[in-house]
């Protein structure tokens, strides 16, 4: 079966970076668009980027544009985010999702496969 295992979240001080990761199995990988979405405690699950199997391009939440960026290795079914300048703001469960759709879409139900999560705290 499809499974997603994201890895690298933690603590961290405002400003610092983090890099996550996604690793698959169980799925065609470089026929999935892959994503990465967070949910704040109290607050829905939001989009925050990614990047589609079709033409590899990506989509940024607004909140994130020059911070993060999303890349994919589909020699090893691990699609990656890298958060640098980290805010308190950012804090959040973040969540690996993966789904066969061509190109990114922004709302959780288009996608059809999810990770567990991982958390990341930022400190002010």
């Known amino acids: 079966q ?5 890895s690298g979240g933690g603590l961290v001080q405002a400003g ?3 890099r ?4 698959t199995s169980g799925l065609t990988f470089s026929r999935y668009t892959m994503a990465w979405f967070r949910q704040a405690p109290g ?7 990614g990047i589609g199997w079709a033409d590899g391009g990506t989509y940024y ?7 993060f960026t999303i890349s994919r290795d589909n020699a090893k079914n691990t699609v990656y985010l890298q958060m640098n300048s980290l805010k308190p703001e950012d804090t959040a ?4 999702a993966a789904d066969t759709r061509p190109r990114t879409g922004t ?6 496969a999810w990770g567990q999560g991982t958390q990341v705290t930022v400190s002010s």
Do not use: H, N, T
Not at 20 to 23: H, I
């Open 16 to 18: 610092g970076s983090l």
């Open 2 to 6: 499809v499974q997603l295992i994201e």
């Open 93 to 96: 469960v973040y969540y690996c």
């Open 43 to 49: 607050k829905e699950r939001e989009f925050v980027v």
């Open 61 to 67: 939440a607004d909140s994130v544009k020059g911070r």
């Open 20 to 23: 996550l990761s996604c690793a």
């Open 107 to 112: 709302l959780p139900y288009q996608y059809a």
